[in-house]
């Protein structure tokens, strides 16, 4: 390997795909952003698709069988062996507890058996510098951060890759479980995001009134439970002993479209409101939801309107991937490098603190 080069190794366990990436970036003190030389990802969508959303123990030996085949992959997409790493960078927050410990615990095994640093990313800063990774020659930070999948609905302002600040989040479901949920309740598949957005396409999004938790709130909070009860109410009235009733095409499809709408006016909303508050004229969304249509095409029409520049990465970098580690490389020119006895955290953690 060229001696000005680094070269890293990324590991993504935090829920359901198991993912290894293999990077190459400058090595310190030149600065650039990395190249992504190999990605892979193994979806466990299969295992728990018939029980309509994640179920964590199954995820978590779904990875065990994964992680070293995907770690192969990554280097021999790559052309590169064990030998050739500098780093290894792992996930550890947030995240399932099971998943994420066999990422962690194959990047300290590597770490140690290779005499590399080892990296310990957050999985949201991760999510948004894939903007930075999908637009290496364009300016993407200071940005407001938006991420937005089956796990997480989450605001930064970020004034760098590594100084992210919480602006808020949801307080119960996040946009994509509500999406998968929802979907599990008009009996359509998982998961459930491109279900409800094939269904609304030919529903009016005017059927139903759904509520817009926060909408007129000066919190950047987001809340969708409410939204699922409603549908639900919608779909087989307050009496619960009315048991499952299937919806006719047209209904399913007015349901979808009135759901999906709702959805989609509280994330533009709040992502308008956050762009407002911070004066911030960038924008980086992460995170599964963003391959909707809809959540896009409004998102980019607000933007316009504001003079703000929006970064959404191609699919493969916006759904979960080992790839967006690559931030590590950063956190190891800043000398942020992790013990071999870190652990995992389940929950949010402000980004940018700790290793
Ligand atoms: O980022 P991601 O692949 O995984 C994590 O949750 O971390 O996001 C998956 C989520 C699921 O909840 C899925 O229903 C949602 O993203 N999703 C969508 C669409 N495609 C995937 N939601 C709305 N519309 C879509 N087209
Ligand atoms: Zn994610």
Known sequence: ?????????AIETTCDETGAAVLEGPRPPAEGVPRIVSSVVSSQVGLHQRFGGVVPEIASRAHVRQILPMIDEALKR????????DAVAVATRPGLVGALVVGLT??????????????????????L?????????????PCVGLVVSGGHTSLYACQGPLECEPLGGTIDDAAGEAFDKVASLLGL????????????RSGNPKAYAFPRSFIHDSRLAFSFS????????????????????????????????????????VLVAKT???????????????????AN????????EMTDKMGVETFIPPMSLCTDNAAMAGVALLKLAAGQVADLDVDVTAGLVRPGRGA
């Open 78 to 85: 790559a052309g590169v062996s064990l030998d050739d790493l």
């Open 129 to 141: 510098y894939a903007c930075q990774l999908a637009y290496p020659d364009r300016q993407v930070y």
């Open 106 to 127: 194959a990047a300290k095994a590597l770490a140690l058996a290779l005499d590399v640093p080892l990296v310990a990313v957050d999985h949201l800063e991760g999510h």
């Open 293 to 300: 249509a809809r959540f896009r095409e409004r998102l980019v």
């Open 226 to 265: 409410g939204l699922k009860t409603a549908v639900l109410y919608a779909l087989r009235g307050q009496n619960e002993e009315r048991g499952d009733i299937q919806p006719s095409p047209e209904m399913t499809a007015d349901l979808a479209a009135s759901f999906q709408e709702a959805v989609v006016d």
């Open 189 to 200: 598949g998982y998961p459930g995001g491109p279900e409800i957005e094939r269904a609304a």
């Open 1 to 9: 390997m060229n001696s000005d080069r680094l070269l890293l190794l």
């Open 272 to 290: 308008r409101q956050a762009l407002k508050q911070t004066g911030l004229k960038r924008l980086g969304v992460g995170g599964g939801v963003a």
